[in-house]
């Protein structure tokens, strides 16, 4: 089993920027997928970026130059840096791991793009 725990979300202004950070623990891999998604309301959950283990990224095409994702195999952390936003970048976002054949979510972290 894995726990994944996110931090970072809120509020902020058109043009902001936001970090968020995401938390694993339990019986982790080497070799493994961590990235984060997001729902918005009546939207269905869409991936947003993801990188593997040894550092090969994918991002959403609406996100691509505004984010940046990173981890730290070290700390068990990925990293979501996230500027330029834009209203329609609001959404609950979950961070995602994938090792073996089992995929995990945490629990997600509100993120709100409002004047």
């Known amino acids: 089993q894995v726990q994944l725990v996110e931090s970072g979300g809120g509020l902020v202004q058109p043009g902001g920027s936001l970090r968020l950070s995401c938390a694993a623990s339990?019986?982790?891999?080497?070799?493994?997928?961590m990235g984060w998604y997001r729902q918005a309301p009546g939207k269905e959950r869409d991936k947003v970026a993801t990188?593997?283990?040894?550092?090969?990224?994918t991002y959403a095409d609406s996100v691509k130059g505004r984010f940046t994702i990173s981890r730290d195999n070290a700390k068990k952390m990925v990293y979501l840096q996230m500027n330029s936003l834009k209203p329609e970048d609001t959404a609950v976002y979950y961070c995602?791991?994938?090792?073996?054949?089992?995929?995990?979510w945490g629990k997600g972290t509100l993120v709100t793009v409002s004047s």
């Open positions: 995602y791991f994938f090792q073996s054949i089992s995929t995990y």
């Open positions: 990188i593997t283990s040894w550092g090969t990224t």
């Open positions: 339990g019986s982790i891999l080497s070799s493994n997928i």
